[in-house]
Nanobody
């Protein structure tokens, strides 16, 4: 079982920035497709995609994240990052990182169903 541990969430004012991290002990980290998903407040376990990166470093973003967020992976230290700038109140929610050993087509990288391993989440709250 791949263990994923998120950190870096918090309370920030609109327009502010946060950097989320996701650490794993997986020795095969460099072979994982990785993604960040958000569970909006009051929506239950209905995560929506934010960004993803495949084993070749190809990145994908949802429309709302593009231009404001940057996903990156550090294969040496087994850490996935999400740099979030220009935060808006609607970005609030629990952020989960996800991983999967099976290569996903680039067109499917933002699909929740492509990922089998999930962290416990880190809360992001953006005040207006």
């Amino acid at each position: 079982e791949v263990q994923l541990v998120e950190s870096g969430g918090g309370l920030v004012q609109a327009g502010g920035s946060l950097i989320l991290s996701c650490a794993t002990d997986g020795s095969s980290f460099s072979t994982y497709a990785l993604g960040w998903f958000r569970e909006a407040p009051g929506k239950g376990r209905d995560e929506v995609a934010v960004a993803a990166v495949d084993v070749d470093g190809y990145t994908a973003y949802t429309f709302s994240a593009r231009g404001r967020f940057t996903i990156s992976r550090d294969n040496a230290d087994n850490i996935l990052y999400l740099q979030m700038n220009g935060l808006k109140p609607e970005d609030s929610g629990m952020y989960y990182c996800a991983a999967d050993e099976t290569p996903a087509p680039r067109s499917q990288l933002l699909q929740r169903s492509e990922y089998t391993h999930w962290g416990q989440g880190t809360q992001v709250t953006v005040s207006s």
